[in-house]
């Protein structure tokens, strides 16, 4: 997990958004942030290590009369870097999405960084009557696509009924 440093921030709360009658009992604002922040730093330490959020690919599911799909987002990643399961009813899919750097960037300096690299890990419930012996999952131009076709009994069943008339 990537750790970051806390860094001070002007606070949300400056006088543009909260009138200078309701300030001047307090004092400034500046200085009540400033006591925050140097109790926070007493307390935690100067670096205190914040676990980021890691990432998630985006994911659509549908169903059908006889079958849900799930479809995951995952450029640039390979199959074998991927892992499908279902358990009890839910469906984990995780992976692990390796950064690409090699030692002749080194000397690049980036000034946007928007891609994400890591773990992730995204658990879907489904309800019950799933044929687990029949999942597949197929990845193919950075798509992964599980089918988890319902089994006989949860598949909704058409009757007709003839209507009598008296």
Same mark, same amino acid.
């Given at each position: 997990?990537?750790? =970051? ?44 290590? =914040? ?38 009813? =839910? ?20 000034? =946007? ?10 658990? +879907? ?22 089918? +988890? ?18």
């Amino acid at each position: 997990m990537a750790r =970051m440093k806390l860094t001070r921030r002007p606070s949300p709360f400056t006088a543009r958004f909260i009138p200078s009658s309701f300030l001047s009992p307090f004092g400034e604002l500046g200085d009540l942030n400033a006591t925050a922040q140097q109790l926070f730093e007493d307390v935690f330490g100067k670096d205190f290590p =914040m676990e980021t959020p890691g990432w998630a690919p985006a994911v659509n599911v549908a169903e059908s009369k006889d079958e849900f799909t799930v479809t995951a987002e995952l450029p640039g990643m390979k199959p074998e870097n991927v892992t499908v399961d279902f358990t009890d009813g =839910m469906l984990t899919i995780r992976g692990e999405k390796v950064d690409e750097k090699t030692e002749k960037e080194d000397d690049r300096t980036y000034y =946007m960084w928007e891609r994400r690299f890591g773990t992730f890990q995204r658990t +879907l419930p489904f309800p019950g009557g799933i044929d687990d012996k029949k999942i597949a999952a197929e990845f193919k131009d950075g798509v992964l696509t599980v089918r +988890l076709p319902k089994a006989e009994e949860a598949k909704p069943k058409r009757q007709a009924i003839p209507i009598v008339t008296k």
